[in-house]
């Protein structure tokens, strides 16, 4: 049974940046379900796009891979048993579960997860990598050299999948998808004290892109071929094939 997020329930009187710590890892599947709308069908598909893109005597990676559920994903619907799937993380917490979780379903895939930064990592031979609500976390001056990075580790065909939450430049569209999303987590148990204390916790640490701002950067890095596959409110994935 998941533990439910009650991170943000009771008023705090300074509130930090938000961290993927132990307190964090300990209710990330709950809130994640209750914060991020259509989650479960973003993790489903990029198993789907695991089978059609993954190439044998490749390196498929999950950068930001937190519990694991893309690298479950990845793993459960691999086309081919010369691949190996490398899951990165920074956050120690984050590691050891996902390590656990793993281990809790058999398979015969070689999956390796690491405790590391993701934009010191080494990205080599890959036909499939997965950013996955991670890059909104880095510096905005990290994201083009990360990505340019993955299109250089990339074979051809081979696919970035890239789910964010996004900014929208026009403002009153930007405001509706903001209260929709909303919405959406107050229907799902989320007080008023919750959805601002979180807010805050996250203004120094989350910073949006838009749509198209994502695109010029995928452009800027290489890729020819990209669209955004999916989209829910303030939430969506992009595929960039090379």
Same mark, same amino acid.
């Given at each position: 049974?998941?533990?439910k997020?009650?991170i ?7 509130i930090?940046d938000?961290?993927?710590? $132990? ?5 990330f599947?709950?809130m994640? =379900?209750?914060?991020? /709308?259509?989650?479960?069908? @973003?993790? +489903? ?17 999950d ?16 086309p ?10 920074n956050?120690?917490a ?5 390590r ?16 590391q930064?993701?934009c010191?990592?080494e990205?080599?031979n890959?036909?499939v990598?997965v ?9 905005? $001056?990290k994201r ?7 299109? =250089?580790?990339?074979? /051809?065909?081979g696919?970035? @999948?890239? +789910?964010?939450?996004?900014s ?10 903001v ?9 799902n148990?989320?007080s ?13 640490v ?7 701002t994502h ?7 290489g ?8 989209q ?8 960039a094939?090379?």
């Amino acid at each position: 049974m998941q533990t439910k997020d009650r991170i943000f329930a009771s008023a705090i009187s300074q509130i930090g940046d938000f961290c993927f710590d $132990e307190r964090v890892a300990d209710v990330f599947p709950d809130m994640i =379900q209750r914060s991020i /709308p259509s989650y479960q069908h @973003i993790i +489903s598909v990029i198993g789907m796009l695991t089978r059609r893109f993954a190439q044998p005597e490749t390196n498929l990676y999950d950068l930001g891979c937190s519990l694991g559920a893309a690298t479950l994903s990845m793993r459960n619907q691999l086309p081919h048993d010369s691949c190996q799937i490398i899951g990165i993380d920074n956050s120690p917490a984050m590691v050891e579960r996902c390590r656990r979780h793993l281990q809790g379903f058999k398979s015969t895939a070689k999956v390796t997860i690491l405790e590391q930064d993701i934009c010191e990592a080494e990205l080599d031979n890959a036909s499939v990598v997965v950013l996955n609500f991670t890059l909104q976390f880095l510096s905005p $001056e990290k994201r083009q050299v990360l990505l340019s990075r993955i299109y =250089q580790a990339l074979r /051809p065909g081979g696919v970035l @999948i890239l +789910s964010e939450k996004f900014s929208f430049e026009d403002q009153p569209v930007n405001e509706l998808m903001v209260d929709l999303h909303l919405d959406f987590k107050r229907a799902n148990g989320y007080s008023e004290l919750e959805i601002s204390q979180k807010r805050t916790a996250l203004e120094n640490v989350m910073r949006t892109d838009s749509i198209q701002t994502h695109k010029q950067r995928l452009q800027q890095a290489g890729f020819e071929h990209m669209d955004l596959w999916y989209q829910c409110f303030n939430f969506g994935s992009m595929v960039a094939i090379k």
